[in-house]
């Protein structure tokens, strides 16, 4: 049954409701399609259109100098302590816009071909294994702090060349740095304090290790970037520590939901978990389906550079468009039976990863490591269940879970 | 039909090649490669599913 709402109360954006119900499904489901082209107005963010459309999300991600990412990066609700005019602090791939967009992201782009990241498989394979080998003999764990947080942080630090007996520091200023709006990890300070402690953080970590591998460049992603040059010119100071700033922290807390909200889709499918079991050739489709259904960005927006119109809606120059992944996601239009679970499913057009110019860079790096991840587990969990209430983090930006804890039957790895 | 790929925007992800194998090859230089640029009306349901499936949005189907 569809849910009614009325266009003056409904709420899509606050991180609260987020934190209390997770993704607003039934409120999307409604706005595709009653006003998918909705004016939000919140009291402490600037109004924006809500696009819950599919078919709008890819017209608009495809014509990068109509909608820019520069003016503002993504719908940003303000919290009491929160600078309300801050200096961009940042200067990366996603606040930047064409031309200046492709030559920064050709730097890297390379590394995260398919062809790129499967020289990674074998490294990702352990650095998964070992991450399991650790529970093993457990009846319980977090399924998030004790297995899914761990493994994209390895990879991404391994990739950029982090010493291992750097790798927690790196995970805490991630944790803070998406989860600044959530309490847990403020400890006590305020969001903006704790969002700056953690890029300060970040940055003289970088700083350093630039300085290192300008010296002594090895093969790592670090020294691809400390080297490398933009029209003839070394990078600027802060686009150079932005771009390890939005590797480190783009790909760990994405993949780790996609992870843990794909072990909670197959608990709550078991069906589908079985079937997985017995044909493991299913494994990238139900990557792909993983992907799908836990959309782990909730949105990123655009601004218009002049005026024009989506579905018929004028929009004005300067006025900024929020594109709802999740909702585009299960959209009626694209997807047969867009609520199910169902990890065949093909052809799967899902855009969780964005599409066109800014489609996300890491894309191929994260398929691969949820290949990895699932199939372990398919083949060493015999049976998992949740053993408690699952933990969501207060974020209108990632639908994070922050604990899941389950009882479980984990074996040894067969070899 | 004519096909189109924008060389500066493929960037190897070869969702096109799943999609319409006749059409599309990615090489070793981790772009995508026509094998024809004029494909058979047989293959328009698969080129544009390709076209769709392109995550950098770098396929253009024409029609003459
Ligand atoms: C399941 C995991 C992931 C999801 C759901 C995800 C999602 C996204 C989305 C939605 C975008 C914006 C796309 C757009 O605006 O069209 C993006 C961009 C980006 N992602 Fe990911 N991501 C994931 C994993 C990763 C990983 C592992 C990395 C590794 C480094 C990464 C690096 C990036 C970068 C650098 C960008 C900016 C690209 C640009 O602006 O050109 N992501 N991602
Ligand atoms: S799907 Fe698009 S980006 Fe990928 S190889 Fe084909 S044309 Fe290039």
């Not at chain 1, 499913?345 to 800014?358: D, S, V």
């Not at chain 1, 790096?365 to 587990?377: C, D, N, P, T």
């Amino acid at each position: 049954m569809e849910k009614q709402f009325s266009l003056d109360t409904i709420d899509v954006i606050g991180p609260d409701h987020y934190a209390r119900n997770g993704y607003p499904h039934p409120e999307w489901t409604y706005l595709r399609k009653h006003k998918p082209v909705f004016w939000c107005e919140h009291p402490n963010t600037d109004p924006f259109w809500a696009i819950t459309k599919h078919a709008d999300i890819v017209h608009i991600s495809r014509q990068p100098r109509l909608f820019l990412n520069g003016p503002r990066l993504l719908v940003f609700i303000n919290e009491p302590g929160m600078d309300l005019a801050p200096t961009p602090p940042f200067r990366h791939l996603l606040d930047m816009d064409p031309p200046e967009h492709g030559e920064y992201r050709a730097i890297v782009s390379r590394k995260f071909t398919p062809r790129g990241v499967r020289e990674l498989e074998s490294q990702i394979d352990a650095i998964a294994k070992k991450v399991l080998d650790d529970v093993t003999g457990r009846d319980r764990c977090d399924f998030v702090l004790d297995i899914s947080s761990k493994i994209p942080l390895a990879v991404i630090a391994e990739l950029l060349g982090v010493p291992h007996e750097d790798w927690e520091q790196l995970f805490q200023w991630t944790n803070e740095t998406i989860g600044g709006t959530d309490p847990e990890f403020q400890q006590g300070a305020s969001v903006q304090e704790t969002l700056d402690r953690a890029r300060l953080g970040l940055f003289q970590y970088f700083t350093d290790m630039v300085a290192q591998r300008i010296k002594r460049p090895t093969g790592d992603i670090t020294s691809i970037v400390a080297n490398a040059k933009v029209n003839g010119q070394p990078l600027p100071q802060l686009e150079l520590l932005s771009y390890f700033f939005l590797l480190v922290v783009a790909g760990n807390e994405t993949t780790r939901n996609a992870t843990t909200g794909g072990l909670l889709a197959l608990i709550e499918n078991p069906d589908q978990w079985e079937r997985l079991r017995k044909n493991p050739s299913l494994i990238k489709s139900a990557v792909e389906e993983i992907v799908r259904w836990t959309t782990p960005v909730i949105q990123f927006a655009r601004t218009a550079a002049q005026d024009t119109e989506i579905r018929g809606q004028k929009i004005k120059a300067g006025e900024s468009v929020c594109l709802f992944y999740p909702s585009a996601n299960r959209d009626e239009e694209v997807f047969g039976e867009p609520f199910k679970f169902d990890i065949g499913r093909n052809p799967n057009p899902h855009i969780a990863f964005g599409i066109g110019e800014h489609f996300c860079l890491g894309a191929n790096l994260a398929r691969l490591e949820l290949e990895v991840i699932f199939r372990q587990l398919v083949e060493r969990m015999e049976y998992a269940e949740l053993a408690g209430p699952v933990e969501r983090l207060r974020s209108s930006f990632v639908g994070g879970i922050k604990h899941m804890p389950i009882r479980m039957k984990l074996n040894p790895a067969r070899n | 039909m004519k096909v189109i790929v924008d060389l500066q925007l493929c960037e190897g992800n070869a969702r096109c090649m799943e999609a319409a194998p006749e059409v599309f090859e990615v090489r070793d230089d981790d772009k995508a490669h026509l094998l024809t640029d004029h494909p058979p009306e047989s293959l328009r349901e698969k080129v544009k599913l390709a076209v769709r499936m392109c995550p950098r949005q770098a396929i253009t189907l024409k029609e003459e």
